[in-house]
Each structure stands twice: as C-alpha cells, then as structure tokens.
C-alpha cells in the first residue's frame, strides 16, 4: 500500500464536486458583512453555522483593543511563553480569568485544542488512567494519544457508566483523570456534572470539564455548565476556548491546584508553540469584559435559540432534544444530507456539515447554530429558506406526510 492512498481516497471524493456544486468542507467566505451575514460564492449568506454565540467578532470594544495592541506591541510575539512570547498582556489576562472564575490560578494557551493537549499531556503519563465520555472532541482523544497512559472510554453522559469503569481500577489511588464536556458540540446535549462530580468525588478521580462551547453562554455569570449545575467550586480544572463567545483564537485553564502553573515549563503543546499575538490576546480581554458586564447578551442568545428551535421543529425536521446554542438536524443518509447542505448554502444559508467520517455512516447531522446577534429578520429568512429546502428535497416530517 502507498504512503498517500489514504490521501487519495479524499481526492476521490472530492472528484464528485467537479461540477462546481458547494463542495462539503470547503465553503469559502469571500467577504464578512457583519457577525451573522457573509458572501458565499457571490451571494449574501445567512450565518448560521458560526460560533459566534455571542456576536463579538465585530464588536466596536473588542476591534478597537485588538487595534490598539497591534500598533502598540506588533503583529506578533515570534516566541513561546516560556522564551520570549510573555508579554504583560498574557499574564493580565490570566489574572482576568481567575477574577472571573474565582480560581487561584489560570493559564493561558495558544488554541483551545493546544490547552487539550497540554493540560492532558502534561498532568498524565506511564501508569495514569485517563478516562473519557466517548463522545469527546478530537483535541482530547489526541491528548490521550501522545501520553502513556491508559485509556478508558465510558458511554456518553452515563454517570453509571463512569462509575463501573472506575470501580475497576485499584482502589485508594488518585493517578485517575476523568475529562467530560460541558457542552457537546455535535448534538449539542449537556453533561450531567453534578452526577459526574459525585462520581468522581466516590472514587478519588480528579475531573476535568472542557467547557469550549458553553463559556459565555451559561450560567449566571457566563462561566458554562459548572456554574449553571452548581458544581464550579468542585471541578478540579476547567477549560474553556476564545473561538467561540470569546471571539478570537486560543484556550485557557483555570484551577484552584497550584500544581497547574508547573505546566508552563511542562506541557510540550504550550512549551513549544509561539504565544497568542498581542492583538489576539487584547480583544479577548475586551470580549471578556463585554460578556460580564452585558448579560442581555445571554438573554438574547437564548431567546434566538428557542425561535429557531420552534420554528424547525414547526416545519417538521427532526432535531435534538437539549436546548442549546447548537441545534443539531438529524438527516440520516449521508447523499441526502449533503444535497440538502448544497441546496440551503445556494438558496443563501450557510449552516455545518457532519457526515463520515466524523459521525457513524446514516447518522448525518447538519448543525445549526445561533447567535445572540442574530435580529428577528434573520431567524425569519433562514426559517423561510429551510422551509422552503426541506419541502422540496422531501427532507422534513411535514414534507414526508
């Protein structure tokens, strides 16, 4: 077999859209014309596939602090944390997340998958056990690859599952790590932490929850499902990323365990990798002091998100049954789920994809996600369209009946 056979199976696929129809995974934004309205081919497009859960990417407080450090400090760091790319900035905003979180002690990474791998691979290693919800992201099935330590999959959101599993392992031993997500980003279903929490708690696991998607967007004060379940004060780290509410790039670790700050010089991911560029690292700065101090963001995301949800669910698709800003559209087959994909991005809606083989094959979701940006008229004109979609590729319950 040759090295790049494997490669040439996607060139394979890719041959299917020689015809010049949207091709799944290669939509192309020309121009951005706000934070819910792109160009897509030429053509206007609704997004709804973004996530820009609180609208922030062109938010007049945070391009102008991003404006503002990349004339003060450059286009870049050109260096990692631990050589030269610590400007004061970085430690600033770790100071900022502890203040936000009430945690001792934050650490900031240059992507959310990077703060994955080096939370994970810096705390396990030979003779650990690291187990994790089987619907978990790539970033931490990778984490678990690069470390020596085992690994154990438990059934997704089962606490009993997790608790069967850890029953297993040795007795009275804390090398055991459990790593869940607050907010899962394909169906868009929410872990049940205050049962995982007690799990853990029986059995001398410490708990990591990845809370990419739901930081901004839960609880009170916008610091994700821990905080919305009540269980913050009893997570030993929490992850969260600034590509989503935060509106930039880059991830960040909090926890009470001084231990963490060890990982600046440990963790491989961070230790070699260039630092958050300046402007970056100001505007989430800026987003975070936007989202504590404008909760009606919050408010207004949801309200969208119980408009979109009632109104998909009236035209007759068959969607999840956790209210989230991902509301994810179950399609089935995967021919039927990229036409209707092509169908909605051509018509001037642009939503996600999932097909093989990032879901099992017949089990295709197209994802929808809102915004607290998103005005009535959007949420009207992206259900005409879908409407409109679903009735003519036979795709809906309504159109089926």
Not at 120 to 125: E, H, V, Y
Not at 274 to 290: F, K, L, R, Y
């Amino acid at each position: 077999m040759d090295l790049l056979d494997k490669l040439r199976v996607v060139e394979q696929r890719a041959a299917a859209f020689a015809d010049g129809s949207p091709m799944p995974g290669l939509t192309v934004i020309d121009r951005v014309l706000g934070p819910c309205e792109v160009v897509v081919r030429g053509r206007p497009t609704l997004m709804f596939g973004s996530n820009n859960y609180l609208g922030l990417t062109l938010h007049r407080e945070v391009v102008d602090a991003a404006r503002r450090a990349v004339v003060a400090y450059g286009t870049g760091t050109t260096g990692s944390r631990t050589a030269n790319g610590t400007l004061a900035l970085h430690e600033s905003l770790e100071r900022q997340f502890c203040d936000w979180f009430g945690k001792r002690h934050a650490l900031i990474f240059s992507t959310g998958y990077q703060a994955n791998l080096s939370l994970i691979g810096g705390l396990c290693g030979a003779g650990d056990v690291i187990l994790i919800d089987s619907d978990s992201h790539a970033s931490i099935y990778d984490a678990t690859r690069q470390t020596a330590a085992q690994v154990i999959g438990f059934r997704h959101n089962s606490p009993d599952s997790l608790r069967r599993k850890l029953e297993r392992l040795a007795a009275n031993e804390r090398n055991r790590l459990v790593v869940v997500e607050g907010l899962y980003s394909i169906r868009g279903d929410v872990a049940p932490l205050r049962d995982i929490v007690d799990v853990c708690r029986a059995h001398g696991a410490y708990l990591l929850v990845d809370e990419a998607h739901s930081l901004g967007t839960y609880g009170p004060t916008g610091l994700g499902c821990a905080e919305e379940q009540g269980v913050l004060d009893e997570v030993d780290f929490v992850v969260g990323t600034f590509s989503k509410s935060l509106a930039g790039i880059g991830g960040v670790c909090v926890s009470n365990h001084s231990e963490l700050r060890a990982l600046h010089f440990l963790a491989r991911a961070y230790v070699f990798t260039a630092s958050g560029s300046p402007s970056n690292i100001a505007g989430v700065s800026a987003a975070v002091d936007v989202v504590r101090s404008h909760p009606e963001l919050r408010e207004q995301l949801w309200a969208n998100v119980h408009r979109l949800r009632q109104g998909l669910r009236e035209l007759g698709y068959a969607i999840g049954e956790t209210e989230s800003p991902i509301v994810p559209i179950f399609t089935g087959d995967e021919a039927r789920t990229i036409a209707l994909w092509q169908r909605l991005l051509t018509e001037g809606l642009y939503v996600n994809l999932i097909v093989p083989p990032g879901c099992p094959v017949d089990d295709c979701v197209l994802r929808a996600s809102c915004s607290a940006a998103h005005t009535p008229d959007h949420l009207a004109r992206a259900l005409d369209i879908f409407g409109r979609v679903g009735a003519e590729l036979g795709v809906t319950r309504v159109a089926l009946s």
